[in-house]
C-alpha cells in the first residue's frame, strides 16, 4: 500500500494521494511515506497512511518529524472547507518504537488486519507440508486425488470470472463487498505492474475457487478469495492456497500473508481464520492503527459543530 502502483489505483478510486521520500545527504532514497485521503462531506476527515511511514532506523525521529511537517500543511489544504483533524499511520512493526511518543494514541479502529498469519516461504516444501496441521494435510491430498487444477493469470479477462465467486462467497456469508468497479482498478491496475494475480481452482472444467494475491517486495499477500458451494468435496481451496505458495517461492518470496487472522470466537475473522490455520504458520501481531491530531483543525472543527 506504499508502492507507486497502489497509490494509482487509489487515485482512480477517488483518493488524492501525496507521496514523499525521505532522502541522504548522497541524494538516495531511504524512507518517505504516501498519504491517502478521500474527499468527503464530513466535519472529522483524517489522512490515511496504511504500512507507514517507512523510516531510516539512524535517523528515525528526524523523518518522523519532517513527513508530520508536510502532512499538517496538507491537512490544511486538502479540504479548504473542513479540512483534516487527525493522520492515521499504520507502520508494520511488532513493537511501539520511540518516535511514536505521547502524540501517537492507538485508533479506535485499524485500516488494515492488525494480526496475519505468515507462511515461511524459505522452507522446504517437505517442512510446509509437515507444519501443516494433519486435517488441512488429508484435505489438500483429497484434492490432490481429485486431479483438482489449479492456475494464475493477470488476463482482464479473469476479473468478472473471479468477481462473481468473490460476490457469491461475500453474499453467502454476510460480509460486505468491495463493488465491481473496485476490483477492475485494482487489477487493471496492479496487472500492468506485475504485482497481482488471480488464481483459480477447476474440477470438471468448472471454477470452484479464486483468490487475488498481491505480490511486492519479499511477501506475496492473499488479499481476496471466494468459492462455489459446488464440488466441496473435492476441497478446492486446498488445492488452491497450496498451489499459489508453491508459485510464491518460485518467484523468490519470502512469506506468503494470509492477510487477516484471530484466534477470538466472536471476531469477524475467526470463521476464515480456522480454515487459514490449516496451513500451519506464524501468528504475526502488529501494533495497529495509531491517531496523530492536528489539534488547530480539530479546534476548527468543533467550534464549527457548536455553531
Known sequence: MQSWAWAN???????????????DELNQLIGGCIFYFYPQQSSANLIFAPAAPLLPKK????????????????????????????????????????????????????????ETLWIDLQKSESELLIEMHHKGRYNLRLSQRYDVETLFTSDDAAIPQFFDLFYETAQRQGFLSEPYGFFIKLCQTLFREG??????????????????????????????????????????????????????????????????????????????????RQFGGKVVKTIGAHDYFFYDQLADTIIRLLR
Open 59 to 114: 535517523n528515525e525521529a528526524e523523518g518522523i518529524q519532517l513527513l508530520l511537517s508536510e502532512v499538517e500543511t496538507i491537512a490544511k489544504d486538502v479540504d479548504r472547507s473542513n479540512g483534516a483533524i487527525a493522520l492515521r499511520i499504520e507502520p508494520l512493526l511488532l513493537t511501539k518504537p520511540k518516535w511514536m511518543n505521547q502524540d501517537f494514541v492507538r485508533s479506535p479502529a485499524d485500516l488494515m488486519p492488525s
Open 195 to 276: 504485482m497481482a494475480e488471480i488464481g483459480f481452482a477447476k474440477y470438471n472444467g468448472e471454477i470452484l475457487a479464486a483468490i487475488l494475491l498481491v505480490y511486492w517486495g519479499d511477501r506475496c499477500t492473499y488479499l481476496y478469495g471466494g468459492r462455489s458451494e459446488s464440488d466441496r468435496q473435492v476441497m478446492p481451496v486446498y488445492a488452491m492456497h497450496w498451489a499459489a505458495i508453491q508459485r510464491a517461492k518460485q518467484r523468490g518470496h519470502k512469506i506468503y500473508d494470509f492477510y487477516g487472522y484471530s484466534d477470538d470466537p466472536n471476531h469477524a475473522y475467526y470463521k476464515f481464520s480456522r480454515f487459514k
Open 9 to 23: 489505483f487509489r487515485e482512480l478510486d477517488g483518493y488524492q494521494t501525496f507521496r514523499y521520500g525521505l532522502f
